[in-house]
């Protein structure tokens, strides 16, 4: 109950306000009697404390310093008998009053402290009452909807029912917006909107929206709806976080059993996937996001206090928004990587690999801007159903090995342009693949060490560019004839001529063996 409410009660019509009415909206929680001069040292705050005035004039006190005391106590008002033993208020307890909207309220000599104390205890029981009584049914509307499987826009617009004002949730989890029929999004940003924050100790779920009411103007039952409102909508969001924890978890497990085989029958994995509405028809290929230096860098960007998921799902986001626009696309976590089944869509003008080469180099600069981590695409040969996704998940996988050996990290590597390093994959550590590469490589390796010289990386490079001079002098930025020349030197150190193809196939065999054993 507020100050200006005990002061509308018929039964006490002789009160009236002195001064301090802008705080006449205090709330009243009790009633109790000055009957000593350190009253403050009694106070709890929310008193309507009421005195005859014999107390301040039988014993010297400050009334300024009072008013103050009280004040800062949380006291709602003090109500004094003017006409009894204090036969003025001073001008200047008036305006300290005012100005601390501290109500100072008269009392008429004909009023017993029995005559306060009784109806403003009993109308402070009944409202308690009240409002515990409008507090349960409230919880009762509520609690209904989450045991009725409803949503969160059922939830704003019971809400908004209730308070008879526009609501608006912003989910913090989801990104989604929840508008009651009577909202504009418009009117977000009006001063007489009321921003409430969902919250539990460790989640911030979103924010509560309440239009066209001033915070000021808000009465005890409104803000018991918005409290249940936020209960509830903490219930719901819950309730669609394990629900979709345990779907992902099935999905999950649907998608590692295609890609390690681990099932009996076609008709298995097809029964299991119509279960989340999918139909596996078309022919499909794997890529292996893989996050390039990922323990390094998890430990420096979030120090091992934040789950996996904080970074998977912004990372998985990006990929999918990029992938999905044009493939329909189904994916599972590993530790430091992410595994897309990628099928194909019908009617595709453009051939796949190059809008795949394409999306990556986007999908690449995107997960960088939105995590601060880089990941290597391996991309899986096609193949003509999901039965084929065990070979093309092993062809990505294969794809993301070979491009570590070889220092390749941020970038694509399709199975299918791995040529002779999928037959080198398995042999580059050997004793005699070594030697082999010693014995081809070192004089030319020596002679730049020596002279510091850059004859093995021009050398590198055109065997890269397919033995076209020409694209190697754009590669490498240098005139054509320069090029040519280092070829020359290169031939003459090595002491073989390269015009012939077995010279050619020695070299190029022996560039890529040092290129993937890092010799």
């Keep these: 109950m507020r100050v200006k409410d005990l002061l509308e009660f018929q039964s006490l019509s002789g009160l009236r306000l002195l001064a301090g009415a802008d705080g006449s909206r205090r709330t009243v929680s009790s009633v109790s009697v000055m009957d000593a001069p350190d009253i403050c040292d009694w106070m709890r705050g929310g008193e309507l404390l009421i005195t005859s005035g014999y107390t301040i004039d039988t014993h010297p006190v400050d009334l300024e310093k009072l008013i103050v005391g009280l004040n800062d106590i949380g006291v709602a008002a003090l109500g004094i008998k003017v006409d009894r033993f204090l036969h003025e208020i001073p001008e200047s307890v008036l305006e300290q009053a005012d100005h601390l909207h501290f109500p100072l309220v008269h009392i008429p000599n004909d009023f017993a402290f029995v005559d306060i104390i009784d109806p403003v205890l009993t109308e402070i029981v009944n409202r308690q009452a009240r409002e515990l009584r409008y507090s349960e049914r409230i919880h009762d509307s509520f609690l209904d909807l989450a045991l009725e499987g409803k949503g969160i826009q059922d939830v704003v617009d019971t809400l908004q029912a209730i308070i008879q004002k526009a609501v608006v949730f912003k989910d913090r989890l989801s990104g989604e917006t929840y508008i009651s029929c009577e909202a504009r999004l418009g009117d977000l940003m009006t001063p007489t909107t009321i921003m409430h924050e969902v919250v539990t100790a460790d989640r911030n779920y979103g924010y509560l929206y309440i239009l066209h009411l001033d915070e000021r103007e808000t009465d005890k039952y409104e803000r018991v709806a918005i409290e249940h409102a936020s209960a509830i909508l903490i219930l719901v969001i819950e309730k669609r976080i394990s629900n979709h924890e345990v779907e992902y978890r099935y999905r999950s497990e649907l998608i590692h059993d295609i890609l390690t085989g681990n099932y009996r029958s076609p008709e298995e994995i097809q029964s299991r996937a119509a279960l989340f509405g999918w139909r596996f028809k078309r022919g499909m290929r794997v890529i292996v996001y893989d996050i390039d230096d990922f323990k390094a860098q998890y430990l420096k960007q979030t120090g ?27 994916y599972t976590h590993y530790s430091d990587k992410i595994v897309f089944l990628v099928e194909d869509q019908p009617g595709e003008s453009r051939d796949a690999r190059d809008l795949l080469a394409e999306l990556n180099r986007s999908i690449n600069a995107d997960v960088r801007a939105e995590t601060g981590y880089t990941t290597t695409a391996g991309v899986g040969g096609r193949k003509p159903s999901f039965q084929g996704a065990e070979q093309s998940y092993a062809e990505a996988e294969l794809a993301v090995r070979i491009s570590r050996l070889r220092g390749r990290r941020n970038c694509t590597v399709f199975h299918e342009d791995l040529g002779i390093y999928r037959l080198l994959h398995d042999i580059y550590s050997s004793d005699q693949g070594l030697d082999f590469v010693n014995e081809t490589l070192n004089p030319l390796l020596d002679y730049d060490a020596c002279h510091d010289t850059d004859f093995y990386p021009t050398l590198a490079t055109i065997i890269e560019s397919d033995w076209n001079l020409r694209q190697t002098s754009r590669t490498l930025h240098v005139h054509y004839n320069t090029v040519k020349y280092r070829l020359a030197r290169a031939e003459e150190i090595l002491g073989l001529d390269l015009a012939l193809q077995q010279n050619k196939l020695k070299i190029a065999l022996a560039v890529c063996w040092k290129d993937i054993a890092g010799c």
């Design 304 to 330: 091992d206090d934040q789950p996996l998921e904080s970074v998977h799902d912004p990372m998985t986001r990006v990929i999918k928004s990029r992938l999905g626009s044009y493939f329909r696309c189904y």
